[in-house]
């Protein structure tokens, strides 16, 4: 096997960089990978690079393997990775997909100034707390029958919309408006429908949080004041995803797609990669179950938005003017669709994995909400715990050379267990504390994971995105409450 290194990638500008197909003999398609060259040295620490490596011999593949600033590794594709497949000759990837199908971010923002909400900050972080479970395996007081599930796993966004938990506003400013077509919740194990049952309205732990963040710096006043971001002013983000749910789901098909491979004779550099043609009985039926579980986490994210909402009324209703809070965007990270891109100057539809990496589609894109057609739409990349976050938005740029995609926060440079020995959590919070940032979480250990210094600096990965022209500052964000499982 090739050994890599920094020398034997060729350098394209500052930001951009390729492995050409030639450089393994089983390649299908070239490596790009956007970064700045010290960014990129990190990533050499782990399997980042030879991961992508690998899935670059998937069948069907189009274009390139795209790797963003974020990247480490994760379970057979990298974290940070962008395929996309020819929906008659390739394949789907669990692995491509990850875990936690459709964790993502979603970001409200008020009209609330820093000065009228100061004196409150504490009570509000105890109040989202409260209403807000969190942590491992912990259940919701919000809970479904199975066939209520299959309903919600089929209708998204939508069926929380018809039961009273989103407004019309919310549903239109989600991505792809909170729900994938064409899930079929008979295509889920009873273990995960059993999973899932008490879950939906829940945190979790691990890399989930929710932010109260102060809108610190604005870049592009035209763009912040279209989704609602005033400097000075107050925004939420909320990071979850799927839970148990979606990770039963790609448990479940990581195991049963083992036969597709021998079945139809795929071969494969590694077994983390198991895939199945899109087109065959396994890979509809993955498709079929990984829409519910993504469908599950848009609800997830509405139901805590409500909650968030709620903690907002009960503690700043009658003190502060305007405490609403208002969808400016929800945006997966961990999913596979069907897209329509520009392949070789033709129009294609294919399967695109996002792992680690969020849509960043461009202005008068299809699928992009009218109120954001001029601007592209919003991408949020969160930072690490304790450190700021950054609002962008989608460019024209992004469409040509990245399936119109772009990071989805700092990346690991630090394993968990790594940060739990090196990192005291008590420590941790103290210093945060002192900073100004308030805390809430259920573990110690847990917070110790997420330190800052367990991640990549957020402001380095922006830069390399905004350097590649894949997307372009709109607003950052400083944190003042973080809840954590």
């Known amino acids: 096997m090739s050994e ?17 197909k030639g450089f393994r003999s089983d390649m299908r398609v070239p490596v790009r990978l956007f970064a700045a060259r010290n960014l990129l040295e990190e990533s050499f620490n782990d399997k980042t690079i030879q991961q992508a490596i690998n899935a670059s011999t998937l069948p069907g593949l189009v274009k ?11 379970y057979g594709f990298p974290i940070g990775g962008v395929a996309a497949t020819n929906l008659e000759t390739g394949v789907v ?3 491509g997909i ?10 409200l923002s008020s009209r609330i100034s820093l000065e009228e909400v100061i004196d409150w900050l504490p009570e509000l972080a105890s109040m989202i707390n409260q209403l807000c479970p969190s942590g491992v395996g912990v259940e919701s007081d919000f ?8 309903d919600a796993c089929q209708g998204g966004a939508q069926w929380a919309k018809s039961k009273g938990y989103a407004t019309a506003v919310d549903v239109d400013l989600t991505e792809d408006n909170g729900c994938l077509q ?38 592009d006043e035209q763009s912040a004041r279209v989704m609602g971001l005033f400097k000075g002013e107050i925004a939420v983000q909320i990071h979850t995803g799927s839970r148990g749910f979606g990770h039963q789901i790609c448990t479940d098909y990581v195991r049963t797609l083992q036969g597709a491979v021998s079945k139809y004779g795929i071969t494969l550099p590694d077994r983390q990669l198991v895939c199945a043609p899109i087109r065959s009985p396994e890979g509809q039926d993955y498709l079929a179950a990984m829409r519910c579980a993504a469908n599950f986490a848009f609800i997830n994210r509405q139901l805590l938005s409500n909650r968030v909402r709620d903690a907002f009324e009960s503690v700043l209703a009658g003190k502060v003017d305007n405490w609403q809070l208002r969808q400016v965007y929800d945006i997966a990270h961990n999913i596979g669709k069907f897209e329509k891109h520009l392949i070789n100057g033709q129009e294609m539809t294919v399967c695109v994995h996002r792992k680690g990496a969020t849509r960043a589609f461009g202005p008068k894109s299809l699928g992009v909400p009218e109120i954001y057609q001029e601007i592209g739409q919003p991408v949020l990349v969160p930072g690490s715990m304790g450190t700021c976050s950054w609002v962008l938005a989608g460019t024209e740029t992004s469409m040509e050379r990245s399936f119109g995609s772009c990071c ?7 394993s968990r267990s790594q940060a739990k020995r090196e990192i005291w959590g008590e420590d941790l919070m103290r210093r945060l504390e002192q900073q100004g940032v308030h805390i809430r979480a259920g573990s110690m250990a847990g917070l110790a994971e997420e330190a800052p210094q367990a991640y990549k600096d957020v402001d380095l990965v922006v830069e390399s995105v905004v350097g590649a022209g894949i997307a372009r500052k709109v607003a950052r964000l400083t944190p003042l409450i973080v809840i954590k499982g």
């Open 4 to 20: 890599i290194s920094i020398d034997r990638i060729t350098q394209i500008n500052e930001f951009e960089w390729e492995i050409p």
């Open 64 to 74: 390139a393997v795209m790797v963003m600033p974020d990247m480490h590794q994760g």
């Open 93 to 95: 990837s669990p692995g």
């Open 98 to 107: 990850g875990y936690d199908i459709n964790c993502g971010v979603r970001l």
């Open 143 to 150: 809970r479904l029958s199975v066939d209520q599930l299959a």
């Open 182 to 219: 064409g899930a079929n919740p008979e295509k889920v194990s009873q273990r995960a429908l059993q999973r899932g049952r008490t879950q939906l309205g829940t945190l979790g732990a691990g890399n989930h949080f929710i932010e109260v963040d102060l809108i610190s710096d604005v870049f």
């Open 408 to 414: 989805h926060g700092a990346g690991r440079v630090m």
